[in-house]
């Protein structure tokens, strides 16, 4: 595959973040997707969401399986630490790799087909264990490398571009991943980068598994009449519960949101989120009110968009594991090995 590089030049008055980087210095080469693709728009929301975060780029491990999604880690974190792996098997590597380094910032990259069909055992389970992650599944309800076929997460209902209609029901990830335990969900579209932006920075930010699905039209396959997932489709029928604002820590907490209910959840690195509150009845702490809340609207043919469910105090797998606080790759032979003291007393203990 060739990649074209971006020019290095970069303007003198470009601005920089706290720790000296421009926005160019977090993206990569130039997109091969096509043009108008929505996967691109969240390239630039994760960008944008890693500068304004002040993240240095040789912090962040972004890994993806196959499909068109899992090509865009290529687009945007160019001097991060990346690993493509197998289909559907993003999160067991990112699993493993998380266990090794927990210093790290892990950023799963996924689609509809990579998460919902050959890899649901493993997004369920990557959910269900706490890996302290920001997986996003970048949603177009087609297999866009083989020519469009449905995916398992297109509705029921809908048509493909040759007029196909889909009789199968749809995988609906964000159900799953409250199900299955996620102390971070939200659902976005990648044409609101108003929303993605702080949605990829809360994220990053939490403590625990962070999941968010992200609509994202296929400008070839799957962006027309009949289709559920086109961007005419989305931006008609979105039904946002939250507008939020990811306060960084050590800023003060300045919400610039219009009148209403203003809910500030702080997260536990110090970071706040403010959730203005479109609904006055949802609550974004509740996972089964949130669970009820999106099949009610589902079944009217809605979107629920924003943080659907937050929990402030979030664990993850180094905390049931009781993992040491130094990373596992970081351990000598004589801290790896104690001694037969030491195993005899495990042993003792087992008896």
């Not at 972004?62 to 899992?70: E, Q």
């Not at 009449?225 to 800023?251: C, L, M, W």
């Not at 702490?285 to 609207?297: E, G, N, P």
């Not at 594991?321 to 037969?340: M, V, W």
Request: glycine share 10%; hydrophobic share 35%.
């Amino acid at each position: 595959m060739t990649f074209i590089a971006k020019p290095r030049l970069h303007h003198p008055s470009l601005t920089t973040n706290k720790v000296g980087y421009t926005r160019r210095d977090y993206e990569g080469p130039v997109s091969t997707l096509c043009a108008g693709c929505g996967h691109d728009s969240i390239s630039a929301a994760i960008i944008q969401a890693c500068w304004e975060l002040n993240i240095e780029p040789h912090r962040v491990a972004k890994l993806s399986g196959i499909g068109c999604s899992s090509k865009t880690p290529t687009y945007f974190l160019g001097a991060s630490h990346g690993f493509n792996t197998v289909h559907g098997r993003m999160p067991s590597v990112l699993t493993g790799a998380a266990l090794a380094n927990r210093d790290l910032l892990y950023l799963g990259v996924s689609g509809d087909g990579d998460s919902a069909s050959i890899g649901l055992g493993q997004f369920a389970n990557a959910m269900r264990r706490g890996v302290k992650m920001a997986y996003l599944v970048f949603n177009n309800g087609v297999y866009g490398l083989t020519k469009g076929q449905f995916s398992a997460t297109a509705d029921r209902g809908s048509k493909s571009k040759k007029g196909a209609v889909n009789n199968d029901s749809p995988v609906d990830l964000v159900s799953l991943a409250l199900q299955m335990g996620a102390t971070y969900v939200a659902r976005s579209f990648s044409g609101d980068k108003e929303q993605l932006v702080p949605l990829i920075k809360g994220a990053m930010a939490h403590g625990g598994a962070a999941f968010i699905d992200v609509i994202s039209p296929c400008v070839t396959f799957n962006n027309h009449g009949g289709s559920t997932k086109s961007y005419d489709y989305v931006r008609q029928h979105n039904e946002a519960v939250s507008r939020i604002e990811f306060v960084p820590q050590g800023q003060d907490i300045t919400p610039t949101y219009a009148p209403g209910e203003v809910v500030q959840v702080e997260q536990n690195d110090g970071s706040v989120l403010n959730l203005r509150k479109l609904h006055a009845d949802y609550d974004p702490t509740d996972r089964y009110s949130a669970m009820a809340y999106m099949q009610q609207h589902l079944a009217r043919g809605e979107i629920v968009t924003g943080l659907l469910y937050l929990n402030p105090l979030p664990t993850d797998l180094h905390t049931a594991q009781n993992t040491c606080a130094a990373p596992l790759n970081s351990l000598n032979a004589a801290q790896l090995n104690p001694g037969s003291a030491a195993l005899e007393k495990i042993n003792a203990a087992l008896r």
